[in-house]
């Protein structure tokens, strides 16, 4: 079961990535912000299970940016 809740987070961050490099999704786009945000939720929330401290920073920060990221991007709607 943990491989495949790992190669699921990889999967959602990896889809954002390549669709953002192929010009397919932009990065402010809150398709793109809930892969990372979700994805990298997932990660943390194992590594953490797992212990693995390194892993937590990284995919703790990333969640929180991509969150940040969401809430911009709702707020910014707002504003128009």
């Known amino acids: 079961m943990g491989i495949i809740v790992q190669v699921l987070g990889s ?3 990896l889809i954002g990535f390549v ?4 010009g397919k999704l932009k990065t ?3 398709n793109y912000l ?6 990298a939720l997932i990660l943390g929330i194992d590594a ?3 212990k693995q401290w390194g892993f937590v920073l ?3 920060v990333w ?10 991007y709702f707020n910014k709607k707002e504003v128009k």
């Open 63 to 72: 969640s929180i940016v991509a969150i940040q990221g969401i809430f911009k």
């Open 28 to 30: 402010t786009s809150l």
């Open 34 to 39: 809930l892969l990372n945000a979700i994805g």
């Open 11 to 13: 999967l959602l961050i």
């Open 19 to 22: 669709f953002s490099q192929l």
């Open 48 to 50: 953490f299970i797992g």
């Open 58 to 60: 990284l995919e703790g």
